[in-house]
């Protein structure tokens, strides 16, 4: 919405709130009632290791549903351009890094979040067999970790770095002697501002139009250890950070190839540092911390 907004664009922003987009019936009335000429499908049922490994059914079950449901709905709405957003778990665990859009179905993927991978994949062919069939220019982009403001911080389904900031900023405001935090910290991980992420979303619509997925992100990555010192240190917390080294770290690391999104034209202006301050901000205000 805010990149909507900087666009001058006419923009309406849904989701479970206000339509339930496991009813198809619903769905495709919506879109028949308002009929939009783009339509950004960035809805899913997402979450870390920990929600991914307790409700697979739902991981792969839900988010193909709301796929389906969109996609078949803004076809039948006459939609001229759609942008379905996957995620970088599309990749096999063991992929070649930095990760090529090539790569993708060349291996097994991360258990811990296979379940939500097929269901991005699946997505990712229904865009291609719409363009094959009928023409459409339709586009698939797989984001790498994001965060920023309105992110999941609940620590149960969140990602690793809402988890982050919301441990260090609670700690802070607690005065708590130690956080203590998944894993062994030793993951590399790459992480893009949300908001960096609507922009590029927005470019690619106008000058992205292939079949292939197109990889969104910063092109490098960090230790989850290193990640949780800047946290830390952007949230001023004094007290000593504990691994509990038997939960699990997930694929050892994944930073995705962006030459394609940047031989487009597109770079990503928002800093980790920058982008974890922010959204500090945005958390302690949000939470009254």
């Known amino acids: 919405m805010r990149q909507s907004t900087k666009q001058g664009l006419d923009f309406e922003g849904f989701n479970s709130k206000n339509l339930d987009l496991l009813d198809r019936d619903a769905v495709t009335n919506f879109f028949l009632k308002h009929r939009p000429s783009v339509v950004i499908l960035a809805a899913a049922r997402v979450g870390g290791i920990g929600a991914n490994s307790t409700y697979p059914v739902e991981f792969l079950s839900h988010n193909v549903l709301i796929q389906t449901n969109v996609m078949d709905a803004a076809f039948k709405a006459e939609t001229k351009k759609l942008v379905f957003l996957g995620s970088s778990c599309i990749y096999p665990r063991s992929a070649p890094q930095p990760i090529k859009e090539e790569f993708l179905l060349t291996g097994p993927l991360e258990p811990t979040n296979s379940a939500y991978a097929i269901a991005k994949i699946s997505g990712i062919e229904l865009v ?122 997930g694929v050892p690391r994944k930073v995705l190839d962006v030459s394609r999104m940047k031989k487009l034209g597109f770079t990503p202006k928002i800093s980790l540092e920058e982008g974890i301050d922010a959204t500090l901000h945005w958390f302690r205000k949000a939470n009254g911390l």
Request: net charge negative; proline share 6%.
């Open 128 to 249: 291609k067999a719409y363009r094959r069939q009928y023409d459409l220019r339709w586009i698939s982009l797989m984001p790498t970790n994001l965060y920023g403001p309105n992110d999941n911080f609940d620590l149960s389904s969140s990602h690793v770095l809402p988890a982050l900031i919301r441990r260090f900023a609670e700690g802070k405001a607690s005065s708590s002697p130690r956080v203590t935090l998944w894993g062994t910290g030793k993951p590399r991980r790459e992480f893009m501002h949300v908001d960096d992420l609507a922009a590029a979303t927005f470019y690619a619509l106008e000058h992205y139009d292939d079949d292939m997925p197109l990889n969104i992100g910063v092109g490098f990555d960090q230790t989850i250890e290193e990640v949780a010192n800047l946290v830390k240190r952007c949230a001023s917390y004094m007290g000593e950070i504990v691994w509990d080294t038997v939960k699990p770290d």
